[in-house]
């Protein structure tokens, strides 16, 4: 019991932590740590700008279609200044430009349009950049952990002790799976913005096509 109690002790003693793995990885760490951050936040904004984009679309062109036929185009403006959403700005755009051809009130739409996608995709190549570099900088990691890893067995000769190779072996693997944790839920991340913009758009042309059909049929 006593055998068992003392191996238990030194276990317990060589137990290996969390900040600990992270000081075996090396100053590689840093940039990781770093870009895992700068991921999280590009994430978590993007997918509230484009919460945001949608949230207030319900029932907005069917207000809009109501004062334009009735007539009412100062309350259609008001209306679109008071709603926050991509749409909105589309729409009002393009009732400013009522009395042109519909070639141009179509165009400044889509210049709006162009505008407000750019503003959703912000930050979203830097996104894709960290899913891409960050296994890139865990595999730097490893090799560097590997050379290092020979470099001590070379200085040991003949003796070569396990502890001489624990601290680049550490360096190996750490980066290497902290570059995998950074990288891969970026990747996803990105894949599941981009398909959520997507969506944006869509809807934008919809109501965009919407739009350009109330101009073409301005009374029911």
């Given at each position: 019991?006593l055998?068992?109690?003392?191996q ?7 137990s290996?932590?969390l ?10 760490m ?5 870009l895992m ?8 904004s993007?997918?509230?700008a484009i919460?945001?984009?949608t949230?207030?679309d319900?029932?907005?062109m ?12 100062p309350?259609?403006?008001k209306?679109?200044?008071g ?6 700005r ?7 430009h009522l009395?042109?051809?519909?070639g141009d ?10 505008l407000?996608?750019?503003k959703l995709?912000?930050?979203l190549?830097f996104l894709?950049?960290?899913a ?7 595999f730097?990691?490893?090799?560097l952990?590997?050379v ?6 070379a200085q040991?000769?003949g003796s070569?002790?396990?502890s ?7 360096t ?13 839920p970026?990747?996803?991340?990105y894949n ?7 969506k944006?758009?869509f ?7 919407a739009?350009?059909d ?6 029911e």
């Open positions: 019991m055998l068992t109690l003392m238990t002790t030194e276990v317990t003693d060589h290996v932590g900040a600990d793995l992270i000081l075996a990885g090396g100053w590689l840093i940039p990781l740590v770093l951050g700068a991921a999280i936040f590009i994430f978590v993007r997918l509230i919460s945001k984009a949230s207030n319900i029932g907005f069917n207000k809009i279609r109501e004062l334009m036929y009735a007539g009412k185009v309350q259609a403006i209306l679109c200044k709603v926050n959403s991509p749409t909105a589309m729409v009002e755009k393009g009732i400013e009395g042109r051809p519909l009130i179509h165009s400044a739409i889509e210049n709006v349009a162009n407000e996608v750019s995709e912000n930050n190549p894709a950049t960290i891409g570099g960050a296994p890139m900088i865990g730097l990691g490893t090799v952990g590997m290092e890893a020979f470099m001590n067995m040991a000769g070569v002790d396990i001489l190779l624990s601290s680049g072996m550490y190996a693997m750490v980066t290497t799976i902290a570059g995998l944790i950074v990288g891969i970026a990747y996803f991340g599941f913005l981009v398909q959520k913009i997507d944006v758009v809807r934008m042309e919809a109501n965009s096509i739009f350009m109330i101009l073409n049929h301005p009374v």
